[in-house]
């Protein structure tokens, strides 16, 4: 039934600046973005091996988490896990759960963006496996 990440969806009250933010951290501009014309109230990045696609969408359209008490955290495999959480925390992130030991080759943390969405990062040795890493 689930076949595979298609798209990740952020939220943000001001989606140039997470636009901004996001192509600062990730190295790449976002190759959608809508409207085309004045200020954007969608962008999307296609990042990594498999250009995994992450969106930011301005929080008024996400009638989805209104009144919602619970959520998910997707995490994104890194390398150097370290490496990655301090790159982020230096743009501005926060740490929410530090990186973590979680079975022999696999590790996790989570962070904050300045925009409060949460990001999970994993060193994952299935996803470095099936990349041929």
């Given at each position: 039934m689930?076949?595979g990440l298609?798209?990740?969806t ?9 636009a ?7 190295d790449?501009e976002?190759y ?6 004045g200020p954007?109230?969608y ?5 990594g091996d498999?250009?995994?696609e ?6 008024r359209y996400a009638t989805?988490?209104?009144g919602?008490s619970?959520?998910v ?7 150097d ?22 079975g ?20 994952s040795p ?8």
């Amino acid at each position: 039934m689930l076949r595979g990440l298609a798209t990740v969806t952020l939220l943000a009250d001001d989606v140039p600046a997470a636009a901004r933010w996001y192509a600062g951290v990730l190295d790449v501009e976002p190759y959608f973005t809508r409207p085309v014309e004045g200020p954007p109230a969608y962008v999307e990045f296609r990042i990594g091996d498999d250009e995994d696609e992450l969106g930011i969408i301005d929080a008024r359209y996400a009638t989805w988490a209104a009144g919602q008490s619970a959520g998910v955290v997707v995490h994104w495999h890194v390398d150097d896990l370290p490496a990655a959480v301090q790159r982020l925390e230096t743009a501005g992130a926060t740490v929410v759960s530090p990186p973590t030991v979680r079975g022999e080759g696999w590790t996790t943390a989570v962070i904050a963006d300045p925009f409060g969405n949460l990001l999970g990062l994993i060193t994952s040795p299935h996803w470095a496996s099936a990349h041929g890493g």
